[in-house]
């Protein structure tokens, strides 16, 4: 009986590259995301804005995110989650080049702010959908729910450690 209910609570053999590489996509998606645009904004005043000017950005980014999210859900499918993967991952190369462009030379105001709606934008529209869509999909389902926790787990944990 102890032997049954040993195998019972068994999981098929996974290949640990894949979990490995499924908890890894959701860390780099979230280093390139909206957690490393919040780190971004704890230098406002490098960018030149005050506490009521901080505010109104995270209004800006907030909405800017909300939008885009919703708008990916209905594409993402419709465009498939390695167009959207590479396109976030160029668009944001592309914009985080423009960002620190900004930076190096000082440019401040709204230029900036634009530059970072882009990015939340880019981020919210392709990566931060399909990392989900995806870490849902690679995994059998007798050990989807561990698998998905393993890779949140991941993903949380990235996130604290860019943040604080």
Known sequence: MAANSVTAY????IRVN?????????EEANQR???GNIKLKTKN??????????????V????TNVIFTILAMFVVDRWGRKALTLIG?????????FMGAAYYFHITGIVLLIIVVMAIACYAMTLATVMWVII???FPNRIRGVA????TFALWAACFILTY
Do not use: H, Q, W
């Not at 068994?10 to 053999?13: A, I, T, V």
């Not at 894949?18 to 959701?26: C, E, Q, V």
């Not at 005043?45 to 950005?57: I, R």
């Open 89 to 97: 991952s160029f668009g944001l190369a592309i914009i985080y080049s």
């Open 45 to 58: 005043k490098a960018a030149g804005y005050g506490v009521s000017d901080v505010l109104m950005n995270i």
């Open 10 to 13: 068994s999981f098929p053999p």
């Open 148 to 151: 998905m926790s393993v890779c």
């Open 33 to 35: 995301g909206l957690s």
């Open 60 to 63: 800006v980014t907030g909405i």
């Open 18 to 26: 894949t979990l490995s590489a499924a908890s890894r996509f959701p």
């Open 136 to 138: 849902s999909e690679i």
